[in-house]
């Protein structure tokens, strides 16, 4: 039998690496694409994974994206302010009909990409799996969570979850959602509660739910949020979303978010693709979002490096 063919993995952070490691215990070719010729020198070919069960190690050799291998299916679990330009780097190289794979926070990109890449099956997930890297190659497996994967273009709808076999059967809970929009949604009002205001207060996810100034700020936010998903007509959470970002804070109580790990890091954050994203959709509804505006302008003024989406 033919070996199943490779998954080309464009975003190789602690997302990327779980799927990569996820993908070759399951006997599936990984290749790593690596964004400079100096990562790929510096880059040993190999990952650990660490659980609670132990270590594995993992042979995943690298390439660059000016690699002339076809590509047969990409998973893309870049930050989502580098989608665009990383698919943008190895677009030539993708074979007819690719599925390509979106995992970040946010929205924004998957839609252009998905009107971009017309011609390919385009899907976009969402993932709730807790993972860090833990300096060099380790990666740490730290929260299991679940994820969820849908078709974003035509392409996709007509070919379905199966382009998505073997994301969907290895052992970390993941499931195909047709109703995938509904679900980044979900994940951005979230994000946009929380994320934020814990990088404009260098807090942890708890304290937004402890401290009243910060709580009413949240509370604002969600209620933003949905003015304008109401005005949309995109259905959010059966309950208000400010119970639901509450619960999520109190959940995740002693993590640092995402964006407040990036601004101490000093690196550009995804706040366009989350409350940037929001604000852009405001205002095509001639809606007003001050908290949500004040909160973009805050997080861009600690790095003002920061990409637009
Ligand atoms: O982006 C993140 O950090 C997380 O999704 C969450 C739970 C919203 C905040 O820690």
Known sequence: MAAPPCWHILGFGAIG???ACHLARAGVSVSPVLHSAERLRTYPGHVTLCTDA????????????????????????????ATEAALAGVAQRLAPKAPIVLLHNGLGPQQRVADAFA?????AGTTTEGAYRDGGERLVHAGRGSSFF???????RETGEAALEPLLTLPLEAHY?????HRLWQKLAINAAINGLTA??????????????YREAMAQLCQET???ACRLGQPLFETPLFDQALKVAEATARNYSSMLQDVRGGRPTEIDAINGYLCREAERQGLALPAHQR?????????PNHHGD
Do not use: M
Not at 150 to 156: E, I, S, T, V
Not at 177 to 181: G, K, Q, R, T, Y
Not at 204 to 211: C, I, Q, T, Y
């Open 119 to 123: 011609e390919h099956p385009v899907y």
């Open 17 to 19: 690496r779980l799927w």
């Open 200 to 213: 404009v207060h260098d807090c942890a996810n708890g304290e937004l739910a402890r401290h009243p100034e």
């Open 295 to 303: 909160l973009l302008e805050a997080v861009r003024a600690r790095h």
């Open 177 to 181: 959602d047709p109703a995938i929009l």
């Open 150 to 156: 849908g078709p974003l273009n035509a392409r996709a």
């Open 54 to 81: 132990g270590e594995a190690h993992f042979t995943l050799p690298g390439e660059l994206a000016t690699a002339n291998t076809p590509i047969q299916q990409l998973l893309v679990a870049t930050k989502s302010y």
């Open 226 to 228: 949905e003015e304008l």
